[in-house]
């Protein structure tokens, strides 16, 4: 089993979360997959894994740690072109890990 890393916070809440923009985090939470990336939910927010692609069949629904600079973007949000056509897309201001690993396997 792989140790957290030493300079990682932990994120229990959401009301965590703009404090700790920008800062490396510690998050345990349910495992699911988006199409975007492997997500964890955590007791009252979720974040997107950006480098991991999705948790394996034994993996998900089951509570996974992870680590990463946590970061809240609008870079895969749903866009409209000139048509009014909607682009596939989240809905914005989603929170992401980047340099996301699991810490628990």
């Known amino acids: 089993m792989n140790e957290p890393m030493e300079d990682a916070r932990k994120l229990e809440r959401a009301d965590q979360i ?3 923009l920008g800062a490396r985090v510690e998050v345990t939470g349910k495992a699911e997959n988006a199409k975007l990336a ?3 939910f955590a007791s009252d927010f979720s974040v997107y894994c ?3 692609a999705g948790w394996d069949e034994d ?3 089951k509570n996974v740690t992870v680590t990463g600079k946590l970061e809240r973007t609008e ?3 749903a866009r409209v ?3 009014g056509a909607i682009s596939q897309g989240t809905q914005g201001s989603d929170l992401v890990l980047r340099g ?3 810490v628990d396997d």
């Open 18 to 20: 703009e404090a700790n």
């Open 38 to 40: 492997a997500m964890v």
């Open 50 to 52: 950006l480098d991991i």
């Open 59 to 61: 993996v998900r629904g």
């Open 75 to 77: 870079q895969f949000q």
């Open 81 to 83: 072109d000139e048509h």
């Open 100 to 102: 996301c690993r699991r």
